[in-house]
C-alpha cells in the first residue's frame, strides 16, 4: 500500500484534464472531427492507465518479505518438530539472515556461502536424523528465496580449494588465475567500492574456514586476507569471537543435554527393573500360596 500511495497519482489525473482534451480536438463540428477526438482521447487515457499500472506492479515486486513471511515459509517447508537446542539458536540465525539477505547491498557470494554452511554443520553437529537435517537445510535457505544447492556446491567448492593452500598462496590469490581466484578477486573490488557488497558475520567465518583448511591459522595471515579483499580486520576479529563464543555455549548445551538424556534413560531402567523385580516377586508368593494350596 504505501508503494502505491507513493505513486505520483495526482499527476497522471491531471493528463486527461478537460483543457487538455480541448486542446487535443480539431475545432470542428463535423462528425469526423467528433470521432477523432474520442479515439485520441482514449488512446491517450489507455496509455496512461498503462503506464499506471506497470508502475504499481513493479513497485510491489520491489518490497521484500517480511521476517514473519520468511519464518512462515520455514515452517511451512518443514512441518517436523525441532528439538529446542535447535530451533532456538535456528529461528535466532533465520530473522539476522533475512536481515542480511534483504539490504539492498545484499549480494550473494561464495565466502558467505561457506561461512553460512560452516555454522550450520556446526549447529546441527548431532542431530537425531541427518536427513532431517539435510531437509531443515533445504527449508531454511528455500525460505530466503536463494539455492541450497548452490550453497552446498559453493561452499564445497572453496573447501576443496583451502585444502591446496598454504597461508602465503592463500593471500596472493589477486597474482594468479583459477576460479576461486577469480570468486575472490571479485569479492575485493565490490568490497573495494565497485559493485553491491554487504558484511555479515558469515561471510567473516567463510573467511575463517579458509584459514582452518589452509593450515594457517596466524593472526597476521588473516590480517593479510582482509588486506587484500577490503574487509575490515576489526569487524571480523569481533564475529568471530561472537562465533567462538556461540560454539562454546552449543557444546555445553549439548554437553547438558546429553546428561539429561542419560539421567532419564537410566531413570526408565531402573524403574523397568524395579517393576520386573515387584512382578518376580508377586508371581513367587502366588506360586507358593498355591502350592500350600493343594498340600
Known sequence: MAAIASLPFAAG???????????????????GSSNSAKIVCGVRCNRISSRLVVRCVAAQSDV??????TKYNFLKA?????PSIYNTVLQ??????????YKRTYQYDP????????????????YPSNEDKDQIFRSYINALNEDPDQYRADAKKLE??????????????????????GLLKDISERAGGKGNFSYSRFFAVGLFRLLELANAPEPSVLEKL??????????????????????????QAKELLKEYVDREKKKREERVESQSQKANETITKCTGDIHLTML
Open 111 to 126: 565466502v558467505f556461502a561457506l561461512g553460512f554452511v560452516t555454522v550450520y554443520e556446526q549447529l546441527m553437529e548431532g
Open 78 to 82: 518443514y512441518k517436523k518438530p525441532i
Open 160 to 181: 576443496e580449494w583451502a585444502r591446496t593452500q598454504n597461508g602465503s598462496s592463500l593471500v596472493e590469490f589477486s597474482t594468479k588465475e583459477g576460479e576461486v581466484e
Open 226 to 251: 582482509c588486506t587484500t579483499l577490503n574487509i575490515n580486520k576489526r569487524s571480523v576479529d569481533r564475529d568471530l569471537d561472537v562465533y567462538r563464543n556461540l560454539l562454546t555455549k552449543l557444546v
Open 64 to 69: 521484500p518479505p517480511t521476517v514473519s513471511e
Open 13 to 31: 489525473v491531471r493528463h486527461v484534464s478537460s483543457s487538455e482534451r480541448r486542446s487535443t480536438v480539431p475545432v470542428s463540428s463535423s462528425v
Open 92 to 101: 535466532e540465525l533465520l530473522v539476522q539472515q533475512h536481515l542480511m539477505r
